[in-house]
């Protein structure tokens, strides 16, 4: 499985070395959020840097890539932390949400909201900080940056809009997880690598990053229903208490008489009920099932690339994708 160990300590160290030399330290709240940011970017695994460096090295690309990687984890940290806004949840990974962080006495909980909304916002351009610092900027790879950040955006409005309506379709579903999480997860990492290294292949990669990322979300929105806190270091069940609309309660919805209620706001125990319901309507069968679908047109996509090692490369990461717990 894939062990990103080794870079997350090069990722982290050049975090670090932005730290130091952040000017944001010296105004008003800049030295307590770059810490709690910085703290919150450590927590993860950081599988799309590492991603980024190593299929970079392995098409013969630049030491530039640990610029990319740094930056691709900082601005993920800052969508997080949007994310934990919108969705209201208090835990990521394993401690408080940044907004929850914030909280005090003088503050209030629309204000901690507002500083959070902030601190996310610092994270972008602290990003873009960092790879200002490459010793050869790629506009390209640039360009490949911005555009598909720009595109989480967008993926992140059509979720907040498609969960007020009650009919939706599978598709629709299907198609915020690629602009949400697979275009940036698996499939800009793999590119920009491809960019910096001058690779082939570009559209081969493009193509099994987008089905890969879909696929991590598929798992990701399982392991939410059917994991516990400790395993996530987020609440049970989290999106099914928000009323989000995923795969798992599409077909929970055509399985049963489920309707409108299914996606509103729920207490915990009213989440469970729906997990029971998703258990004893053989919706995480049905959807294991089609994981393992799209794992093995994974499979067959990162067989049809020349380069043996970036075929290693992928399908460690592939297994990591399915096998993970968090």
């Known amino acids: 499985m894939y062990d990103t160990s080794e870079n997350k300590e090069k990722i982290i160290s050049r975090l670090e070395d932005?730290?130091?030399?952040?000017e944001l330290s010296k105004y008003g709240w800049g030295e307590e959020t770059i810490e709690i940011l910085y703290d919150l970017s450590t927590r993860g695994k950081m599988v799309r840097g590492s991603l980024l460096m190593d299929a970079t090295e392995i098409m013969g690309g630049e030491e530039d890539s640990i610029h990319y990687a740094a930056a691709t984890e900082l601005i993920h940290t800052g969508l997080l932390v949007h994310d934990d806004i919108i969705d209201r949840d208090e835990k990521r990974r394993g401690v408080d949400s940044v907004h929850v962080q914030f909280r005090s006495e003088e503050i209030t909980d629309r204000q901690t909201e507002n500083l959070a909304i902030c601190a996310g916002d610092i994270s972008y351009f602290t990003a873009y900080e960092i790879i200002s610092q490459a010793s050869n900027l790629d506009s390209e790879a640039l360009s490949e940056f911005s555009s598909t950040f720009a595109r989480?955006?967008?993926?992140?409005?059509?979720?907040?809009?498609?969960?007020?309506?009650?009919?939706?379709?599978?598709?629709?579903?299907?198609?915020?997880?690629?602009?949400?999480?697979?275009?940036?997860?698996?499939?800009?990492?793999?590119?920009?690598?491809?960019?910096?290294?001058?690779?082939?292949?570009?559209?081969?990669?493009?193509?099994?990053g987008m089905k890969m990322g879909v696929l991590y979300q598929i798992r990701d929105d399982h392991l939410d229903i059917f994991s516990n806190e400790d395993d996530t270091g987020k609440p049970v069940a989290s999106d099914i208490q928000e009323g989000k609309k995923t795969l798992h309660t599409e077909i929970l919805r055509e399985k049963t008489s489920a309707g409108?209620?299914?996606?509103?706001?729920?207490?915990?125990?009213?989440?469970?009920?729906?997990?029971?319901?998703?258990?004893?309507?053989s919706v995480r069968k049905e959807v294991e099932k089609r994981i393992e679908a799209r794992r093995a047109e994974v499979i067959e996509l990162i067989e049809g690339l020349e380069n043996p090692e970036l075929r290693e490369l992928l399908k460690d990461v592939l297994q990591l994708v399915i096998q993970r717990e968090k």
């Open 18 to 22: 932005c730290k130091k030399n952040c």
């Open 152 to 208: 989480v955006g967008v993926g992140e409005m059509s979720d907040i809009v498609l969960s007020g309506r009650l009919e939706t379709v599978e598709d629709e579903v299907l198609e915020i997880h690629r602009n949400k999480t697979a275009c940036y997860t698996f499939a800009m990492p793999l590119k920009i690598a491809s960019i910096l290294a001058e690779g082939p292949e570009l559209e081969k990669l493009h193509e099994i």
């Open 260 to 281: 409108e209620e299914l996606y509103e706001e729920k207490t915990v125990e009213e989440a469970r009920e729906v997990v029971r319901k998703m258990e004893e309507s």
